[in-house]
């Protein structure tokens, strides 16, 4: 009886303590879920997950209070995985802020519930709506200060996890500041022109706009007036002298300017005449960039295979569509050390900048000021002919390019500068006859900069365009920072220029990308040759059929006939021989990929079979020894 | 300790002496590889980091830790060697320990023996190895509280099988606590913490967040206070077993 007592009494403090382990359990997760929420190790290597010096700076620096309202359905968050944990981090990410705030962040976290006030003030605020099941469920962030200001994150994008803190960070200084600094553009690309082609304007314009009040300066400016805290000048093919005296006069009187030319502007507008070439390719800023002791080579464009972006060409004349690297449009990656100037803050947090087909910028010798290459190529860069550029032939730049050693496409010049008008100004546009345009007349000539200039020099346009900054998302289009890096530094600012681009670092296999490269110059030559009698035997066909009356070959002489067949059957052997070489310039990568297969897939299991079978010898051997010497000793 | 750790050493020795270990070390190897570089398009995406060899760790392990561990009590019970080790002078949580920590070093040496892909990766391409050595740590950490989980049941059964499945169908509820699936059976009548507290129970969370690279002070605590839990449970039912 007493055993049975005992018993009953052990088997109660056992379940007892299981549920007091389990209730233990459960408090010191809950716990850790609500204290532990900032203790973490950011193990990536550029630590995408901390806050960083700037956001604290940032935070430290608020002088008015800010109020941070997250919309959080929870219906959302439980029906997606991925938002539950996502909504987690950023309401983590949000509490850290109102304590580095110092209280002046105030967040509160809103469940808008259908039909609710809650409700009808996200929709307010224009936040997306996601409807996953019958209620719209709110994931946005709405900011504001005590003068009335709003910042809205519509919807916190999981995909966009990397660049979190940006978009918070971004939203705080932005309701901190009182007023945005002005910037002017003189726009000679049409980056800010709305018309009957292009319906809106550059979404690079609305990415500067969020940073900065984006003024137009029309292109018949003679004078910069007062108020401008940087101007920035694009593709400036058409200014009038009277245009760059006034530029070069602003910068000489401490104007902040950032420039971007460009020897070959892809996206400007096709010539009215020549649909095939461009109305005004190019643009050099000159005689003022030669003043200023910089120059970018004439009619020659940048192109670099260690860089290069793939194009899809082929499709026509039964050859298949292929990728093949385009030299001139080239994709600058942090992986590559020596791209970006890492002393710099434009280009230091860069990860990848795209450009298509940019200039060369070299200093003149015993200029006056000092170049700072801010974006270079690698050694295997070079330069073409604009001419070879504006035919857009991958094949026939891959065959003439030859190196000839890194080229700046982007630079900073600073120092004192001396005038490109030593004449004084020059004359005023003419007036059209009939029309009212008054100019303001000419600023008075200043010979040499009142302090030393900061300007940075782009040899690029086409880095501004929409399809460039985000049509490959593979390369990581970091364009649009490089941009407001570039102006935010010559106005003088530079808090955030670290931050804005702190997103993963897209790594890709450049190895295979080598590979693939090396083939497809070793068989190139051959497989244009072929192509082309492709092409020419399929010629020779239609030209054999347009002979008969009704196009048809069988209605054709015996002669003609036969000649026929034998074109046929030399285009289905070239064919064969086209896929044959396409075949073997594939070949080298698919043997490093099936040699890798094998190595991961065979290699150690064969090892551990291997090492088991060795242990199973070896355990009956001994078993055998330790048998006969007991058979010995018996 | 030194009880403990000569426990662990037998049974981890254990498993080499029979050809169990090296079938599972084989599948485990072939199976995370397979999936890797046929189902997650590692070659074909030309993305150098481990997003497709992780992203199927958990179904691997789910599988597999079960079968490591399905043995360490229901064998000892079926033969009847859990009366002679418990008149052995060891205590049950040396025993439980131990045998515990034998299985998840053989998840150690299972994981470690995935180098190759570490090795292929580097080699292809420039990674960020911190992201990759997270994503150890949360494989790791999700095998020892499978293999918790299967040493706390297989203590229940004198069937392997049995002990597979109920681990198996166990720790995919576990696995999925964080997704609607089970959040469902929640909402709507339990309070908003309840609903967060189970899906912080969640191991696919917490090894997504680990394989993103961030290895959060709450993970940690998870897998190791659920870890510390199931053996206790283990050593509980071990010990009224033994009063039985």
Not at chain 1, 122 to 144: H, K, Q, R
């Amino acid at each position: 009886m007493f055993s049975g007592l005992q018993n009953a009494s052990r088997t109660t403090i056992a379940v007892l303590s299981i549920i007091l382990a389990i209730v233990l359990f459960l408090c010191i997760n809950l716990v850790a879920t609500l204290t532990l929420g900032a203790v973490r190790i950011d193990a990536t290597e550029g630590k995408l997950y901390s806050v960083s010096d700037d956001t604290r700076q940032v935070l430290e620096d608020l002088t008015d209070p800010i109020k941070l309202r997250l919309y959080l359905s929870t219906s959302l968050r439980d029906q997606n995985a991925s938002i539950r944990a996502y909504s987690g981090r950023v309401i983590e990410l949000l509490r850290t802020y109102q304590t580095l705030s110092g209280g002046q962040v105030d967040f509160e976290l809103i469940n808008p519930a259908p039909l609710s006030r809650d409700e009808e003030d996200a929709a307010s605020f224009n936040l997306y709506a996601e409807t996953t099941g019958l209620d719209p469920g709110y994931f946005g962030l709405v900011g504001t200060n005590t003068t009335d200001g709003i910042e809205v994150i519509p919807f916190l994008n999981v995909a966009q996890e990397s660049a979190l803190e940006y978009q918070l960070t971004r939203m705080v200084s932005r309701l901190s500041k009182r007023e945005l600094r002005n910037i002017g553009i003189v726009d000679g690309l049409g980056i800010m022109t709305v018309n009957a082609t292009q319906t809106r304007r550059w979404q690079i314009v609305d990415s500067l706009a969020e940073d900065f009040n984006v003024i137009n300066v029309p292109l018949d400016f003679t004078v910069i007036p007062q108020g401008y805290d940087a101007i920035v000048v694009v593709h400036p093919f058409a200014l009038a002298p009277s245009g760059l005296y006034a530029l070069e006069q602003y910068v000489m009187r401490g104007g902040n300017l950032v420039v971007f030319l460009d020897p070959q502007a892809e996206k400007s507008l096709v010539s009215p005449t020549n649909p095939n070439a461009l109305a005004n390719p190019d643009s050099y800023l000159l005689p003022l960039t030669t003043a200023w002791g910089i120059e970018m080579q004439n009619d020659l464009v940048v192109a670099d295979p260690s860089l290069a972006v793939p194009i899809i060409v082929g499709g026509q004349q039964g050859a298949q569509q292929r990728s093949v690297d385009y030299l001139p449009w080239i994709s600058l990656n942090r992986e590559i050390p020596g791209l970006f100037n890492p002393e710099d803050p434009v280009t230091a947090p860069l990860t990848a900048v795209m450009l298509e087909s940019p200039g060369s910028l070299r200093p003149i010798p015993g200029a006056t000021t000092t170049f700072t290459p801010l974006l270079t190529t690698t050694n295997t860069g070079g330069v073409i002919s604009q001419a070879m550029a504006m035919a857009r032939n991958p094949q026939q730049v891959l065959q003439n390019f030859v190196p000839s050693g890194a080229q700046v496409v982007a630079a900073r010049i600073t120092g004192p500068i001396r005038t490109a008008f030593p004449g004084g100004p020059p004359p005023l546009p003419e007036v059209p006859a009939g029309a009212e345009v008054t100019f303001l007349p000419p600023p008075e000539l200043i010979r040499e900069s009142v302090e030393d200039v900061n300007i940075i020099v782009i040899a690029d346009t086409d880095l501004l365009h929409d399809s460039v900054i985000e049509g490959n998302v593979r390369y990581g289009p970091n364009n649009a920072d490089f941009v407001t890096n570039a102006i935010e530094s010559v106005t003088g600012g530079t808090t955030l220029t670290a931050l804005r681009v702190r997103s993963p670092t897209i790594r890709t296999f450049d190895r295979l990308d080598a590979i693939e490269q090396a083939a497809m110059l070793a068989f190139e030559d051959d497989r244009q040759a072929k192509i082309a009698e492709f092409a020419d035997a399929t010629r020779q066909l239609q030209e054999l059929a347009a002979r008969s009356p009704i196009g048809q070959i069988a209605t054709l002489p015996a002669d003609q006939r036969e000649q026929a067949a034998q074109l046929q059957e030399r285009r289905f052997e070239l064919n064969r021989e086209i896929r044959d070489i396409e075949a073997a310039q594939r070949a080298e990568i698919n043997a490093v990929e099936s040699d890798l297969r094998i190595k991961n897939i065979v290699l150690v299991p064969v090892a551990v079979v291997l090492l088991g079978l060795i242990v199973a010898i070896w355990r009956r051997v001994r078993l055998a020894n330790y048998l006969r010497r007991r058979a010995a000793a018996a | 300790m030194r009880v403990m750790l000569t426990i662990a050493r037998r049974e981890f020795v254990g498993y080499f002496i029979t050809p169990l270990a090296y079938v599972f070390l084989v599948v485990f190897l072939v199976a995370a590889a397979v999936a890797t570089f046929y189902f997650g398009r590692f070659l074909e995406d030309r993305q150098a980091d481990l997003i497709p060899f992780f992203q199927f760790h958990p179904f691997l392990l789910l599988v597999l830790m079960p079968a490591v561990g399905m043995r360490l009590w229901t064998e000892e019970r079926r033969s009847g060697s859990i009366e002679l080790l418990m008149t052995l002078p060891v205590t049950t949580w040396q025993a439980v320990l131990g045998k515990f920590l034998a299985a998840w070093a053989f998840a150690g040496i299972c994981l470690i023996l995935t180098f190759p892909i570490v090795w292929t990766v580097n080699w292809l391409g420039s990674p960020d190895n911190g992201v990759i050595a997270a994503g150890y740590v949360g494989s790791f950490l999700m095998a020892g509280a499978l293999i918790a989980l299967t040493s706390c049941i297989s203590a229940l059964t004198k069937s392997q099988v049995i002990a597979f499945v109920i681990s198996v169908v166990a720790g995919f509820i576990l696995m999925v606590s964080g997704l609607a699936l089970v959040l469902d059976l929640f909402t709507g009548w339990a309070p908003e913490y309840l609903v967060d507290l189970v899906a912080s129970f969640s191991f696919y969370t917490h090894f997504n967040e680990l394989t993103s690279g961030i290895i959060a002070g709450s993970s940690i605590v998870f897998f190791v206070s659920l870890i510390g839990l199931l053996l206790l449970i283990n050593r509980q039912i071990i010990e009224l077993k033994k009063a039985g």
